[in-house]
């Protein structure tokens, strides 16, 4: 089955530091893929959309310098927390859909990136 | 996206059925019921959807009622790995993906 990986798991650094987590397709082509972001016993909430070759387009409230999106590839979206302070700990998770399949197919998501800012 | 209303927290005993209801009575005729799973510190895992006929995988079966407002997802012999928050989502069929995380049910199975 399509499978999406993220990497790193797990990232612990400094205030100050910038942090950048890749998601990739591995088995299928994605123009499209979905970054959420999950604080402790809430929901997953959509940050922004990455869209190969242009712009990624930001959800309101979410800022575009703080968390850059590039889309590079049809395989791979890369998240950059830039300036990455205590308040922006949180679970990171990403998503998407194989470009050849039906619109109604599923998304598949990455086992998320725990990102801890100290 | 027409909004589900699920149960916060739900107990289930292992080995018998596990069934979590769903309702988004807003829904639209275009409109997909998906539902996910998300087992603690993991991104959520694809269960099963459906548009108007009840579907079963090696998941789960998934009951839509006839007037589309409401769907159960069944799990037949829940087992403690079954442990997880429960995601109903209904999505029109060319929304561009997005989906929308409600609450989730909490089904806790106890051994």
């Known amino acids: 089955g399509a499978v999406v990986s993220q990497h790193p798991s797990w990232v612990i650094c400094k205030s100050g530091t910038s942090v950048k987590i890749e998601c990739r397709s591995l088995?299928?082509?994605?123009?499209?893929m979905f970054w959420y972001r999950q604080f402790p016993k809430q929901s997953l909430m959509l940050m922004a959309t990455s869209n190969e070759g242009s712009k990624a387009t930001y959800e309101q409230g979410v800022e575009k310098d703080k968390f850059l999106i590039n889309h590079a590839s049809l395989t791979l979206s890369t998240l950059t927390v830039t300036s990455a302070h205590p308040e922006d700990s949180s679970f990171y998770i990403c998503s998407a859909r194989d470009r050849g399949a039906p619109p109604n197919q599923p998304q598949h998501f990455g086992d998320g990136t725990r990102l801890s800012i100290l | 996206d027409a909004k589900t209303t699920q149960p916060t927290s739900m107990d289930c005993a292992e080995g018998r059925a596990a069934n979590l209801p769903c309702n988004h009575s807003?829904?639209?005729?275009?409109?997909?019921v998906y539902w996910y799973r998300q087992i603690h510190s993991q991104g959520p895992q694809y269960i099963i959807h459906g548009l108007k006929n009840n579907e079963t995988n090696e998941m789960a079966s998934l009951i839509i009622t006839e007037d589309r407002k409401s769907s159960t997802l069944i799990l037949p012999h829940a087992t403690l790995r079954d442990t997880a928050v429960y995601y109903c989502?209904?999505?029109?069929?060319?929304?561009?993906?997005?989906?929308?995380f409600g609450g989730g049910t909490r089904l806790m199975v106890k051994p």
């Open positions: 807003t829904i639209s005729g275009n409109e997909y």
């Open positions: 088995d299928f082509q994605a123009t499209t």
């Open positions: 989502i209904v999505r029109p069929y060319n929304a561009g993906n997005m989906l929308t």
